[in-house]
């Protein structure tokens, strides 16, 4: 089993229960689980309770459908109970460990491995894989080969390089007869242009997001938003990231700031404003509506003159801010990198994979689950649950 990452782990678990198997782990790093520690900002979103195939993203994101419906994010959930893993269920249906903690959940996954007897090889990193008549010859960088009657490949994708994302599996993969698709960096900030989110780094906000190429809306989504130096980001923005890098050129991200709010009632807000507190400097109209240094960001935006006093305001430099709220538009450049990425577009072709086993349809014997396919899921914890679910249907290495 090549790949100690969260598919990889539970791949070597499930292939553990059954006693008559020898499990061999291999992890390029110097210890397993890495990524999963940075997951959820340190806290470990590891399922979400919604996971369903509409969730998922790749050439044929119905392939999820069998590894989900063998082990569901309740039965995710389940499994980690009985390894003595607390949870808490957030908005959203988001799931982490109830220690807050992502190192909780990587720690049960390491005393489960010692207790099932897997052996663990860290610093191990496999330079070559060959077929052979009864099985498999598995090659490492310090040149020892190894051999195995069925393989695992859990290597993961190419996000998060800091954290040990690399293109390992793929030309592992290759070797033996497999094909990927192009690769993107998704769930990942936006990057913008920034004369507006420079000033406002750091400030977070509810949104609702539209991706357009010019009138066409390519995607939307809603959450919470956080504003970079180089752009924004957030659950909302990760969302759309996997369009905006696959999108080309020519496309804008249009900000709804106050999406609970209709155009009539914000300007009726407003004007209310206006009419009670006339002497209000102009700089504080949109106080209390959004943040303070957004409010006066949006102001600048929409060309309002924050000097002087409310009861001087037109009513089209109401609606003017109004619009603003309504419709804060930034271009887009694309995404940050793989290195920022937490998680891979594209991978592997599931088309040369049995959805009901994860076994290659070119190589039998071989199996691939997690990050290496060619699925990638929404912001929330499905990708995890993915991990989970495809690790545990290839450790049953069933034919």
């Known amino acids: 089993m090549i790949g100690g990452g969260a598919s990889g782990m539970m791949a070597a678990l499930t292939a553990a229960e059954n006693k008559e198997n020898r499990v061999l782990l291999l992890e390029r790093q110097q210890r397993v689980g890495r990524k999963l520690l940075a997951t959820g900002n340190g806290r470990c979103n590891l399922t979400n309770t919604g996971a369903s195939p509409d969730k998922y993203h790749g050439e044929a994101p119905d392939f999820v459908r069998p590894a989900l419906e063998m082990l569901s994010a309740q039965d995710a959930l389940a499994l980690f109970r009985s390894f003595g893993l607390l949870t808490v269920t957030e908005a959203g249906g988001r799931v982490y460990p109830l220690s807050d903690a992502a190192g909780s959940v990587l720690d049960v996954l390491r005393f489960q491995l010692m207790q099932r ?6 610093s191990c990193t496999v330079r070559q894989l060959r077929r052979e008549k009864t099985g498999f010859a598995v090659v490492t960088e310090a040149g020892e080969t190894l051999r195995a009657d069925a393989l695992i490949v859990a290597c993961g994708g190419m996000a998060g390089e800091k954290l040990g994302g690399v293109a390992d599996g793929y030309q592992l993969l290759k070797m033996l007869g497999h094909r990927r698709t192009a690769l993107y960096p998704a769930l990942v900030q936006l990057s913008t242009d920034t004369d507006y989110p420079r000033a406002l780094k750091g ?17 939307s989504a809603c ?15 990760f969302d759309l990231s996997r369009l905006v890098a696959t999108g080309g050129e020519g496309l804008s991200l249009h900000i709804d700031l106050l999406r609970d709010y209709s155009h009539e009632e914000l300007l009726h807000m ?5 009419e009670k507190l006339p002497d209000l400097e102009t700089a504080e109209l949109l ?20 000097k002087g006093f409310v009861r001087d305001l ?53 199996y691939a689950c997690g ?18 679910a495809s690790g545990r249907l290839a450790g049953r290495l069933l034919p």
């Not at 400030?203 to 190429?213: H, K, P, S, Y």
């Open 314 to 366: 037109s009513d089209q430099q109401l609606r003017r801010a109004v619009d603003a709220c309504k419709s804060f538009v930034l271009k887009l450049h694309g995404t940050e990198g793989f290195d920022k990425a937490q998680v891979t577009a594209g991978g592997v072709r599931t088309a040369d994979f049995d959805p009901e086993t994860l076994q290659s349809r070119l190589v039998p014997g071989l």
């Open 270 to 274: 407003l004007r209310a404003r206006q």
């Open 203 to 219: 400030v977070r906000a509810d949104a609702a997001l539209t991706l357009r190429r010019g009138e066409r809306v390519l995607g």
């Open 371 to 388: 990050e290496v396919l060619d699925i990638d899921g929404d912001c929330g914890g499905y990708n995890l649950q993915w991990a989970w």
């Open 223 to 237: 959450g919470e938003l956080q504003f970079t130096e180089r752009g924004v980001s957030g659950p909302a923005a």
């Open 287 to 306: 106080t209390g509506l959004v943040q303070n240094r957004l409010g006066k960001m949006l102001l600048r935006y929409a060309s309002v003159e924050q």
């Open 117 to 122: 007897g897997v052996d663990l090889r860290c």
